[in-house]
């Protein structure tokens, strides 16, 4: 194997104890602070990144997969700038990271007259916009014949032609560990599970930020001459550490996607929804062996950790793809779904009403409390740019000195060791795969900052998405491998809790391993084996003593 750096979590808390005061804090470890790291620790600044979950476990990871422009916004001219910005940063991306975004085709199938001639214009535009090197596939009409050979799956009912044209598509949570270790490379000390739960204002300026270190409970003062706020649709409350009085920035978009089998659509090539009920676009894309179709867009009151998708979103996303598939979708045919949360920058939204659809997607850069810079909105294609502009604001208000910003041509970090896909192929196959996995995770725990093993198999790998039967057999075998209690009963739906080896499920459907039940080594459902046990005992003793269960209570039983 290559040599590549360690990330020792030891060696990086003791940089932490060492170092009086830093030049950055970064809060939030996703696609925003991120980027804000690279850009600050490759200008030589002495930069933190405090995460308090695992790095890309929030919004990041629960993304379109795409790096695009945003052909939705075409329809609003105003909004064509932003379109061209992104276009930019899709190409600029493809070029640093090409070993995590690559060129996708993507065909909108055409029913109505007039509609490829519509479409092939407005797609056009939309390629004509990446003028001076930026473009990475022409737009072009199809026929009928050709739309039905270069997509299939698609209905041929009413099919008048199609329309194709190019997009970048990527891996999300692989890009954001990539960039993390990007930041370390030059320096940076990135701690996940590291939340921040105080901050020290003294002169109207932050002096200190307090994290504390989830897998230990040592509280870390950090000393910093600025803090930059990421923490995406949680900004707000790392804003009312410094001033508990402080106004709403974002409101909260919910975004969700369901996973279905790669037989609907089994090409290569990505299908445009142009139109929804509600006023966007729909895309079903091929992903690691799935068909991916997404996205919705539902305002959320709350910011909560791990968002659910509702079933009337579901029962959306099938009603549109179906009315675009040869093959009908039911609900039975969901594999998976999951959902990310959008913050969507909008000073006004304190009290509005209506769609957040309508809220502006671009990012927003705000200086407050005297040296800390709140950065939110945007979407993964522009978080370089995003970062850009964050670190100008700090300098034009004097908060790091003016030193030129490098990441445009800057590599993304690119681990020569192990080819991710082609792993995930092989661990989906069978459990032959099992102890190369394992071996993965105790790498991806040395060099890839993982801690648990849930950050293997959902982050570093994506298998936790996509197969639940070999995320569940994996989990308990890369416990071990970490030196973690194996008793504990690890379940691949996050609503369920496990607490002393017991399986504490919030929802029916979430069920333990069968694996480590069988070995006897978690104990999640021995209550209820030995309940099962002695209503049998009654049975035969004397059936009469046998009361009828409520429906309620027998599901529960189930």
Known sequence: MAEVKTTCREELLAKLREDPVWDVVVIGGGATGAGIAVDAASRGL???????QDFSSGTSSRSTKLIHGGVRYMKNPRDWGLVREALKERRILIKNAPHLVHSKPFILPCYKKGEREFYTIGLGIYSAMTYGGYNIGHTSSLSREDTLM???????????????????????????????????????????YMPVVGVTREGGMIRSVTAKDKETGEEFVIRTKMVFNAAGAWVDPIRRMVDPDASTLVRVSRGSHILLDKSFMPGDTGMLIPKTRDGRVLFAIPWHGMLLVGTTDVEQKEADFDP????????????????????????????????????????????????????????????????????????????????????????????????LCVTK??????????????????????????????QFALYARDHEFARTPEDVLFRRLRLGQMNEARTNALLPKIAAAFGLPVEECYCADEACTCEEGKCECEKAECECKAEVCEAEVCECKAEEKAEAASVEAEKVIDVEVVEEKPAEEAEQKK
């Open 409 to 438: 041509d800057l590599p993304i970090f690119c681990d020569p060791n192990w080819d991710h896909a082609a792993l995930e192929i092989e661990a989906e196959a069978g459990d032959a795969a099992d102890e190369k996995v394992v």
């Open 308 to 403: 659910k998708v509702s079933d009337a979103e579901i029962d959306f996303m099938i009603e549109t793809a179906s009315g675009y598939l040869e093959k009908p979708i039911t609900r039975a045919d969901v594999k998976a779904s999951f959902a990310g949360l959008r913050p969507l920058f909008n000073p006004q939204a304190t009290g509005s009403a209506g769609s957040t659809a309508k809220v502006s997607r671009e990012h927003a850069v705000i200086p407050e409390f005297g040296n800390m810079i709140t950065v939110t909105g945007g979407k993964w294609t522009a978080y370089r740019k995003m970062a850009e502009h964050a670190m100008l604001v700090a300098t034009l208000r004097h908060l790091i000195p003016p030193r």
């Open 46 to 52: 002495k930069t933190v990144v405090l995460e308090a």
């Open 150 to 192: 270069r997509l299939p799956g698609v209905k041929p009912e009413g099919l008048m032609g199609g329309v194709q044209f190019f997009d970048g598509q990527f891996d999300d949570a692989r890009l954001d560990v990539a960039l993390i270790r990007t930041a370390y490379e030059h320096g940076a000390v990135p701690l996940n």
